[in-house]
């Protein structure tokens, strides 16, 4: 008890000492952690970061109980450990500062852009599912959301284009080389092409549910990653999220499940406009309102 509001005291007598830019050193301290986790938060990435904590713990270990052998090899492998990871982690660094200096100065200090242009990328998506539908072409498209995709955007072909009804139908055309894989949209932007996908491992799955079926719902069991698929042999639309698949969606039911995933106000909007406009009208009027 003694100890706890000496600790109490010592508090209260460092808060006078307390400067502005002591705020922006914690401020500045937080990002570059919020970065740092962001950066290994893809699976290689995570699990290098995972065996370094352990060699750490590890070190701690063998230096409280005197292993002295062990703690020198520890010692002295952590000596290159910065050399180590800047190379290691030399690709995610590059895009990390790649990002950073492509994004403006609102997105920099986390402030949200007003409007974002993700109903477009929808509709030319739900315009390509639909032709495709119709000729029975195999469609596999997936959208990320806050689970990064990295390690399957490496598997295949890189194309960071914007995202259009006739590039997504050129590149699931019967015989084009990139047909058999699956589509990346990351940022609103087709990132890559022909990437592949971890299989379901679920055994109670249909068995009339093919290969694009199944690496759909093995990629929204592992991630928060939004998929769409297109049967090659009935052409009917489905869509997986978190480990489920809704089949036999018409377009326009596409559409409304796409804006409900990936823009919920925007679907909100498109649904109810009138109580749409009067809730952002409270908002406006009353921070504090709720919907």
Not at 201 to 213: A, E, K, P, V
Request: hydrophobic share 45%.
């Amino acid at each position: 008890m003694d100890a706890i509001i000496e600790f109490i005291r010592d508090v209260g007598a460092m808060i006078p000492t307390i400067r502005p830019m002591d705020f922006v050193d914690i401020l500045l301290v937080a990002l570059l952690i919020y970065a740092g986790i962001n950066m290994v938060r893809s699976t290689a990435a995570a699990r290098v970061f995972k065996s370094v904590v352990l060699i750490l713990a590890v070190y701690l270990v063998t230096d409280i109980f005197k292993m002295y052998l062990m703690n020198f090899i520890l010692e002295q492998v952590l000596g290159i450990g910065l050399l180590a990871l800047l190379i290691i982690f030399h690709p995610e660094l590059r895009r990390m500062l790649e990002k950073l200096g492509g994004k403006s100065i609102k997105e920099v200090l986390l402030i949200k852009e007003e409007q974002r242009h993700i109903d477009q990328v929808i509709g030319e998506v739900v315009k390509a599912c639909d032709i495709l539908s119709g000729e029975k072409t195999g469609v596999l498209i997936c959208f990320e959301r806050k689970d990064p995709l990295g390690e399957y955007r490496k598997s295949g072909t890189v194309v960071d284009a914007k995202v259009s009804s006739e590039l997504l139908r050129n590149i699931f055309f019967t015989k084009a080389a990139l047909h058999d894989g699956a589509v990346l949209i990351c940022e609103e932007r087709l990132a890559a092409a022909g990437c592949v996908l971890p299989l379901t491992q679920n055994r109670d799955i249909s068995s009339d549910l093919g290969t694009r079926h199944r690496a759909a719902i093995g990629l929204s069991e592992v991630s928060d990653a939004v998929v769409v698929v297109v049967s090659e042999e009935t052409g009917t639309i489905s869509v997986a999220v978190g480990g489920m698949l809704k089949r036999h969606l018409a377009p326009q039911t596409l559409e409304k499940l796409l804006l409900q995933e990936l823009a919920p106000e925007m679907e909100q909007k498109s649904r109810n406009p009138l109580k749409w406009v009067r809730n952002n009208s409270k908002e406006e009027d009353d921070p504090d309102a709720k919907a």
